[in-house]
């Protein structure tokens, strides 16, 4: 089983609808949960952090974290053309100072 | 303030050849991290970096991947020889001392290797 595990999609959504990225980890120990968005030829770049369990909303976008289910999320509002890139979800595991990454998923906004 | 800044940023090289990566990071940050991500695929770890010190290096392929950091700033991320499954985009990050569960951290722009 993988550290980290996402959907790669794509996911393909409407302008201006809401789109649900999905993420599950496996260290049940994992304190810190993290979302980059990864544009094409581009490095990752930090879009949300969230620790707690419950949300945490930031302008569109909404980062979910479930600790008894080993599951964070994000939700991006709005979606906007700008918004089609591929997100990467990364976890502070227990045992190391360093972020274990998932494959990404890519997201389509089609105008 | 100047991001992380890494070079080159695109590199060909021929199998067997050596090559390297060069990392600044973001000033004052203790902790420097190398990672090597393939195309459709996430960031992997290959080294952290505590000062001058490499504390995790387990993901390394120590038999021909060799990295330093003197004085604790910059770093050398070297290949010798090269495979052609090397091709990756190696990237470099930084954070403060301990700090990357907070506030997770910077990554560099990113070296594109291209082995033929």
């Known amino acids: 089983q993988k550290e980290v595990e996402q959907n790669s999609g794509p996911l393909s959504v409407p302008e201006g609808a809401i789109a649900s990225l999905n993420c599950t980890y496996s260290?049940?120990?994992?304190?810190?949960f993290f979302w980059y968005r990864q544009y094409s030829g581009k490095s990752p770049e930090l879009i949300m952090f969230?620790?707690?369990?419950g949300d945490k909303e930031d302008g569109r976008f909404t980062a979910q974290l479930n600790k008894a289910s080993q599951y964070v999320s994000l939700l991006i509002r709005d979606s906007q053309p700008s918004d089609s890139a591929t997100y990467l979800c990364?976890?502070?595991?227990?045992?190391?100072?360093?972020?274990?990454f998932g494959a990404g998923t890519i997201l389509r906004v089609k105008s | 303030e100047a991001g992380v800044v890494q070079s080159p940023r695109y590199k060909i090289i021929e199998k067997k050849q050596p090559v390297a990566f060069w990392c600044n990071p973001i000033?004052?940050?203790?902790?420097l991290y190398w990672y090597r991500q393939n195309l459709g695929q996430g960031p992997e770890l290959l080294i952290r970096?505590?000062?001058?010190?490499?504390?995790?290096d387990s993901q390394l392929p120590k038999d021909r991947f060799s990295a330093e950091r003197l004085k604790g700033v910059d770093s050398t991320l070297k290949i010798q020889p090269a495979e052609l499954g090397d091709s990756a985009v190696y990237l470099c990050?930084?954070?403060?001392?301990?700090?990357?569960?907070?506030?997770?951290?910077?990554f560099g722009s990113g070296t594109r290797l291209t082995v033929v």
């Open positions: 970096y505590e000062n001058e010190e490499a504390v995790d």
């Open positions: 990050a930084s954070s403060l001392e301990g700090r990357a569960g907070n506030y997770g951290y910077t």
């Open positions: 000033s004052g940050h203790n902790t």
């Open positions: 260290d049940r120990g994992s304190q810190s």
């Open positions: 969230i620790y707690s369990n």
């Open positions: 990364a976890v502070n595991l227990e045992y190391g100072n360093k972020l274990v």
